[in-house]
């Protein structure tokens, strides 16, 4: 029987070599939320720009996969509206703009992507990708925990998962 921490362990260290320039952990304070993150650094190379990526004041932590196309247009009209941005990335953009839309930041978003959202205040957990589905998300949901993972082979590291198909969802 895996627990939650070593599953996100075995299941990053899958992902390696999706990202060799950092790879990140992080887990709610009750523990009952984690995200783990392997970074290839791209738009903003500095440590600043690691994931998984907080908003510490707002209780907001993100993993993101991908890249935003049209963040510097969306940082600038976040700025205007008067939010601060601590890094260049496109990451903190869905973050600061998830902060002033909410869910409706992904209609702001032109991309491809893959993130999730976890608003500790709420106790919410935001996943969207993008519309074509460029970067996938896999996750298994079993009315009391939901794993996910840009890689199918991530989820497969938790043994108590059935691998199975399941073809209503497939049709």
Not at 11 to 18: E, G, V
Not at 19 to 44: C, M, N, Q, T, Y
Not at 94 to 110: A, P, Q, R, T
Request: net charge positive; with cysteine; hydrophobic share 35%.
């Amino acid at each position: 029987n895996i627990n939650k921490q070593n599953w996100i362990q075995n299941a990053i260290n899958t992902l390696s070599h999706r990202g060799p320039d950092f790879i990140g952990e992080w887990w709610s304070k009750d523990h009952k939320v984690g995200f783990a993150h392997s970074r290839l650094s791209i738009i903003d190379l500095s440590s600043s720009a690691n994931q998984p990526m907080h908003l510490i004041n707002r209780g907001l932590s993100i993993i993101f996969n991908g890249e935003i196309y049209n963040y510097k247009d969306l940082r600038r009209k976040l700025e205007k509206l008067g939010h601060k941005f601590e890094t260049k990335s496109d990451t903190e953009v869905i973050l600061i703009s998830y902060v002033e839309w909410g869910f409706d930041c992904i209609n702001k978003l032109n991309g491809m992507f893959a993130f999730s959202i976890y608003d500790s205040r709420q106790q919410k957990l935001f996943i969207a990708r993008d519309r074509a589905g460029q970067k996938p998300i896999f996750y298994h949901y079993d009315k009391e925990t939901i794993y996910f993972s840009s890689e199918l082979k991530a989820l497969f590291e938790n043994n108590n998962l059935k691998k199975k198909i399941d073809f209503e969802s497939l049709d």
